[in-house]
């Protein structure tokens, strides 16, 4: 089986070079099952905030939306994709778990899971925001979107972020992969579509309301301020 890592610094945190990285092994893998897991012992924590606290308005728009197209790639990828979660997915990192068909978790309990952008001041981009909610149950979206908490393992579990919590995580996911494989392709990669189309079918208005409204949140002084607290600590 196809597998992609998503490696980088920070503990694999998502800047503008890993996610050229992730779009070119996702042209790579071509219309294939994989399993995407992170390098090292954490899956993805998240955004480089580094990145993200150093981009004027017009650079932060491209940030964005380069990773809402990413994120939407994966989604709507046609054939099975399984997400071994081998330690911290946090924001999105956490998102790039949930856009995977199935997702294995550590059962490390430092591990740390998690939607955390509210607590941040953080707007969700248009198809990462149907996606999430798509994705997390829906009798869990203010727990875990308003919420905004990092969570061990078991609570990540409970909530739906993941689909299920293994001693031998890397076994369970390949297992998990080589059976949604079996399927066949073409009404897997079907129904996948008829499931989450709606994903990549962001309308003018919502473009114009990110364009309009997102954006300048992400590159507001007071949320620059707090991102950088967020790096000394």
């Known amino acids: 089986m196809d597998e992609i890592v998503i490696a980088g610094p920070g503990k694999n945190a998502l800047g503008s070079?890993?996610?050229?990285?992730?779009?070119?092994?996702?042209?790579a893998v071509g219309a294939r099952?994989?399993?995407?897991?992170?390098?090292?012992?954490?899956?993805?924590?998240?955004?480089?905030?580094?990145?993200?606290?150093?981009l004027d308005e017009p650079a932060m728009g491209a940030f964005l939306h380069r990773l809402d197209t990413l994120l939407a790639r994966l989604y709507l990828h046609p054939a099975p994709t399984v997400a071994l979660v081998n330690g911290h997915a946090i924001a999105g990192g956490c998102i790039l778990a949930l856009a995977c068909d199935h997702?294995?978790?550590?059962?490390?309990?430092?591990?740390?899971?998690g939607l955390n952008e509210v607590a941040l001041g953080l707007r969700f981009p248009p198809r990462i925001f149907r996606l999430v909610t798509q994705r997390v149950p829906p009798e869990r979206h203010t727990e875990v979107l308003l919420g905004a908490a990092l969570h061990p393992p078991a609570e990540a579990l409970r909530l739906g972020l993941v689909d299920e919590v293994s001693p031998e995580p890397e076994a369970r996911a390949r297992a998990v992969l080589a059976a949604l494989a079996a399927h066949p392709v073409e009404a897997y990669g079907a129904t996948k579509h008829d499931l989450r189309a709606s994903?990549?079918?962001?309308?003018?208005?919502?473009?114009?309301t990110f364009k309009r409204e997102v954006v300048p949140r992400w590159t507001s002084p007071a949320l620059k301020t707090r991102l950088l607290a967020v790096l000394k600590r």
């Open 17 to 27: 070079d890993l996610m050229k990285r992730l779009d070119a092994a996702l042209d």
């Open 33 to 54: 099952p994989f399993l995407l897991r992170g390098e090292g012992d954490a899956f993805s924590a998240g955004l480089d905030l580094k990145e993200v606290a150093s």
């Open 103 to 113: 997702r294995v978790c550590t059962d490390n309990p430092r591990a740390r899971l």
């Open 199 to 208: 994903v990549g079918a962001v309308s003018p208005e919502d473009e114009a």
